[in-house]
């Protein structure tokens, strides 16, 4: 009896294995829409301030909560390569400590990003994927602070890699980093000429949930 419960779950296993992989074959294009949520940085925003006793503190740049919303389109080039092509408006930035009579505050940079992907299906629903990311942005401000500022870029490109799990019934899981190269920190060019060499580049971490369309 063990063994035919064994045989049972066995092939059960693989069913279920065939339909989570059944959907990814060569040609197939798909839609999907994605929303979800985000935990963004900046690089270099540690700021050092004296209080009025003339003691030093340090604020720091620490990870900040977001959203990201938009949608991929993917167009199977194999049976386990598929490239895609999305646009996403995610919610990026930073978040402050306080630092002695300077208070916490958020640096908000809200961008347009156009990841091109390359998605390797390892099978069992499972891929991996990595590309370029192109990203615009189109809102930008300082909640919490003091002052105001624009001190970003508007453009910026990034390295996403990630994996993703793909439902037999169209929903998928997508977990990405995205490892921002531009030094988007506008004042760097005239730091430079006193030799300061201060850049600043994004650095997001986004998990979304979205739903797989077929469209051919």
Same mark, same amino acid.
């Given at each position: 009896?063990?063994?035919?419960?064994?045989?049972?779950?066995?092939?059960?296993?693989?069913?279920?294995?065939?339909?989570?992989?059944?959907?990814?074959?060569?040609?197939?294009?798909?839609?999907?829409?994605?929303?979800?949520?985000?935990?963004?940085?900046?690089?270099?925003?540690?700021?050092?301030?004296?209080?009025?006793?003339?003691?030093?503190?340090?604020?720091?740049?620490? +990870?900040?909560? @977001?959203?990201?919303?938009? !949608?991929?389109?993917? #167009?199977?080039?194999? *049976?386990?390569?598929?490239? =895609?092509?999305?646009?996403?408006?995610?919610?990026?930035?930073?978040?402050?400590?306080?630092?002695?009579?300077?208070?916490?505050?958020?640096?908000?940079?809200?961008?347009?990003?156009?990841?091109?992907?390359?998605?390797?299906?390892?099978?069992?629903?499972?891929?991996?994927?990595?590309?370029?990311?192109?990203?615009?942005?189109?809102?930008?401000?300082?909640?919490?602070?003091?002052?105001?500022?624009?001190?970003?870029?508007?453009?910026?490109?990034?390295?996403?890699?990630?994996?993703?799990?793909? +439902?037999?019934? @169209?929903?998928?899981?997508? !977990?990405?980093?995205? #490892?921002?190269?531009? *030094?988007?920190?506008?004042? =760097?060019?005239?730091?430079?000429?006193?030799?300061?060499?201060?850049?600043?580049?994004?650095?997001?971490?986004?998990?979304?949930?979205?739903?797989?369309?077929?469209?051919?």
């Amino acid at each position: 009896m063990n063994t035919k419960r064994k045989l049972m779950s066995l092939a059960a296993a693989l069913l279920l294995a065939q339909a989570a992989t059944a959907q990814h074959e060569k040609g197939q294009f798909f839609i999907t829409p994605r929303a979800g949520c985000s935990i963004a940085t900046l690089t270099s925003q540690d700021i050092y301030a004296m209080d009025l006793r003339g003691t030093d503190s340090k604020s720091e740049g620490k +990870f900040k909560p @977001g959203f990201v919303a938009g !949608a991929d389109a993917e #167009l199977m080039v194999s *049976n386990l390569l598929g490239v =895609s092509v999305g646009a996403f408006l995610q919610m990026q930035g930073c978040h402050h400590t306080e630092a002695g009579e300077l208070k916490a505050w958020n640096t908000k940079l809200d961008y347009l990003n156009f990841p091109v992907m390359a998605n390797l299906y390892v099978g069992s629903g499972f891929s991996f994927k990595a590309g370029v990311q192109p990203g615009f942005l189109v809102q930008q401000s300082q909640s919490g602070s003091q002052f105001e500022y624009e001190n970003y870029k508007t453009f910026d490109l990034a390295i996403p890699f990630g994996v993703a799990y793909d +439902f037999s019934n @169209g929903l998928t899981i997508d !977990a990405r980093f995205n #490892l921002g190269l531009t *030094n988007i920190n506008k004042a =760097s060019d005239v730091l430079r000429k006193y030799g300061i060499d201060e850049k600043t580049n994004n650095r997001t971490f986004c998990v979304t949930i979205g739903y797989r369309i077929p469209m051919k």
